[in-house]
Structure formats: structure tokens, C-alpha cells
């Protein structure tokens, strides 16, 4: 109805006015299409208002019947609007909610976790095995005196270790510093330095001009023990082996000696290791071979040997009185046999996946 028309106040007028208004509220369907429905309806130019401006022209008794009429009218219009807004804002919030919602049981992106490394986390949990019993950890430099790497333990100038094709020398040649080709040297600096009796196992990296592949690399780890006491014989290397290997593999898990040579020890043996997937059942029967230890029922594992007394007497040690016995291993083909690592190249390359897939296993 155009506002500078004189407003039509009779019932059925109002009545569709009304009728109007509730229709465009229930056709809006969110609150931008009420809202125009809303200045449309009940605006200041909307019927309704000019209506309600009209009614003051009209004379007294006909103004107060239309007023009552109009005012009637008014609020249905407006409870309906009030009904509609309440209906579309509740419907837009559900629909927000719906859209906005999250998920708090989806797994995050949480800072990126680390791992010991497994060569640490093996090289602890071996340590332990032995502090356990009372001893203690010796370390040493890894560029070592070519003296305490090879003539201290009776690895005399012409042994073939001691070339450029197995050592890797310190430059310059003159200072007779080599990159530690084992961790035997700890053992001499251990008798050295500690008082008797000595108990130590010496963990860390050692160096051979090796080639790298997945079953040599040219740093690697070794894990050493030395005892000197009194009365110290081969039976209490075997039984302290045998502990170790118990400790890594299991029970059932022991060790065998095999004669070998060592300068550094005598009599020397290379020690095996019980396979630890067949047991020793292979071992005669083809019907159930094995591939870890080739159906011999054995791995090798390292050396040892009751010490030479030439290495105690270059430290000092009274040889009529105390004996000992060594042995070390690597840690690297400990962790292959342990833990199924099968390449070593994985053991240096540093990717934290091969961490994280060994996390925990020093439990
Ligand atoms: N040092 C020897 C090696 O690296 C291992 C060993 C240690 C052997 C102690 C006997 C006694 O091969």
C-alpha cells in the first residue's frame, strides 16, 4: 500500500496486511531474508505503520475501534516475527555448530617425538647387565696413543693391523695417533689408572678402514670387559658370559668357547652364542633348517681370553699374583642378532624411523 494513499482501516484491510506480513516471515528462510521481510512488514513504511499513523485523522469513536484492531494486529505480526527470528537464529546456530565442529578424538600433529638412538639404548642396557654385578664403566679417547692401541697389548710393529690399510692414522704419522681400532686400550688405561682388583666394562665407537655395506662399517661399537683379581681363571669368563648372553637373549641362551688367537690374551677362544631362533635344534636335522645360524646351532659373537701376562706386566701388574680374563663384542651385530636389524646401514644413516621403530627395546 503506497505510503501518500489514505490508509485503509477497515477489518478485512488489516486482516490482509496481516496475512501479508505472516506469509513473507514463513517464507524467509534466514534471517537476511527476514530481515528484509521485517522492514517490509513493520518497518516505518510498512502498511501497518501508515495504518497506525492514519488513525489519528480518524474522528473519536471510529479511532479508538481501529486502534484496538490495529494494536491487535500489530502483535500478531510482531509474535510472529519474534516466533520466526527465534526459529531461523536457532536453525543458523544448529547449522554453525554443525559446520564449525571438531573433532577432539582426531590424533593431532604433536611436536615430533625422538628416540635414544638403539646403538646408545643396546650399549646401556649391555653396561647395565655388568654395573648390576658391581662393575664399573670405563671410557677412553677414540684418538688413541698407537702405544695403547697395539704395543701395550702385545700387538707387536709387524702385525698387519697396524697398517694404513686396516688403521686409520691421525696425520701426521710421526705422532703415532690412531683412531682406536678397538676398545682393548681402555683395558690397559683401566690397569693404568684404577687400583686393583679392577672390574670394568668399556663401552664405545672404534674405527677400521672397512668398507660400508650392510655388514661392515667402518665406525662401529664394542662392548669390553676386564677383570684382574686374584684366582681369576676361565671358569669365571664363561660364567660371566654366559650371564651376559641370558641377559641379551634369554634364558637357555649360553655361550661356547672356540680356540683362537688374540696377543692380548692366551689361551684365547672366539666366543659363540647359542642360536637363539633354533636353539641348537636345527643342528643335524634337515627337516627344519635354520638361516640365522646355518643349522650350526651357533652365531659368533666376539673374543676372549684370560690376559697375557705381558699386558699386565706393561701396566704394572705383579703376574704371581693376579690373572685376568677380557672379552668384547660388537654392539652392532649384538643389535642385528637382538633386535632383527639386518642392515647396518640403517645402525649410521640416522633416520629417526629406525630409532623410533626400536624405541623401548632396551626394556
Ligand atoms: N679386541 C678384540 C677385537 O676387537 C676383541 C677382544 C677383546 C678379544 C678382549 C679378546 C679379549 O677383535
Same mark, same amino acid.
Not at 710421526?174 to 682393548?184: A, G, P
Not at 637373549?249 to 637357555?252: L, Y
Not at 647359542?274 to 633354533?278: D, E, I, L, R
Given at each position: 500500500m503506497p505510503g501518500d494513499q489514505p490508509a485503509d482501516l477497515s477489518q478485512t484491510a488489516i486482516d490482509a496486511v496481516v496475512a501479508d506480513a505472516l506469509g513473507a516471515f514463513a517464507a524467509a528462510s534466514t534471517s537476511a531474508e527476514l530481515k528484509e521481510a521485517r522492514l517490509a512488514h513493520v518497518?516505518?513504511?510498512s502498511p501497518l505503520a501508515l495504518a497506525n499513523r492514519a &488513525?489519528?485523522?480518524?474522528?473519536g469513536p471510529e479511532r479508538k475501534d481501529a486502534g484496538q484492531r490495529l494494536g491487535a494486529a500489530r502483535a500478531a505480526v510482531n509474535a510472529a516475527l519474534a516466533e520466526r527470528e527465534a526459529g531461523i537464529g536457532a536453525a543458523e546456530l544448529t547449522q554453525r555448530l554443525a559446520a564449525e565442529r571438531? *573433532?577432539?578424538?582426531l590424533p593431532v600433529e604433536l611436536a615430533p617425538e625422538g628416540a635414544p638412538h638403539p646403538i646408545t639404548a643396546l650399549m646401556d642396557l649391555m653396561g647395565d647387565v655388568f654395573v648390576a654385578m658391581g662393575w664399573e664403566i670405563a671410557e677412553g679417547p677414540e684418538a688413541e696413543g698407537e702405544w695403547l692401541n697395539f704395543d701395550a697389548l702385545n700387538? +707387536?710393529? *709387524?702385525? #698387519?693391523? /697396524?697398517g694404513t690399510t686396516d688403521t686409520l692414522f691421525v696425520a #701426521?704419522?710421526? $705422532?703415532? &695417533?690412531?683412531? /682406536?681400532?678397538?676398545?682393548?686400550p681402555v683395558q690397559i688405561r683401566s690397569m693404568l689408572d684404577r687400583p686393583l682388583p679392577i672390574y670394568v666394562v668399556c663401552p664405545g665407537k672404534v674405527y677400521r678402514a672397512d668398507e660400508f655395506d650392510a655388514t661392515h662399517v667402518p665406525v662401529f661399537h664394542q662392548i669390553e670387559g676386564l677383570v684382574v683379581d686374584k684366582g681369576i681363571s676361565l671358569a669365571h669368563l664363561k660364567g660371566t658370559l654366559d650371564h651376559l648372553a641370558r641377559s641379551m637373549? +634369554? *634364558?637357555?641362551i649360553e655361550t661356547r668357547m672356540r680356540p683362537h688367537y688374540f #696377543?692380548?690374551?692366551?689361551p684365547s677362544a672366539e666366543v659363540d652364542l647359542? !642360536?637363539?631362533? !633354533?636353539r641348537g635344534e636345527s643342528v643335524g636335522n634337515p627337516d627344519a633348517p635354520c638361516r640365522t645360524c646355518k643349522s650350526q646351532g651357533w652365531i659368533e659373537w666376539g673374543g676372549c681370553g684370560v690376559v697375557n701376562p705381558r699386558v699386565l706386566a706393561a701396566c704394572g701388574i705383579d703376574t704371581d699374583t693376579y690373572s685376568g680374563f677380557a672379552f668384547g663384542m660388537g654392539i652392532e651385530r649384538t643389535l642385528m642378532f637382538r633386535n $632383527?636389524?639386518? *642392515?647396518? /646401514?640403517d645402525m649410521v644413516e640416522g633416520d629417526v624411523r629406525f630409532s623410533r621403530s626400536l624405541k623401548g627395546m632396551a626394556r
Open positions: 518497518g516505518e513504511r &488513525i489519528g485523522t480518524l474522528p571438531i *573433532d577432539v578424538t700387538i +707387536g710393529p *709387524d702385525h #698387519p693391523a /697396524r #701426521p704419522l710421526e $705422532n703415532h &695417533i690412531v683412531l /682406536r681400532t678397538h676398545t682393548s637373549f +634369554g *634364558d637357555g #696377543p692380548f690374551t692366551e647359542k !642360536c637363539f631362533v !633354533c $632383527n636389524a639386518a *642392515d647396518m /646401514r
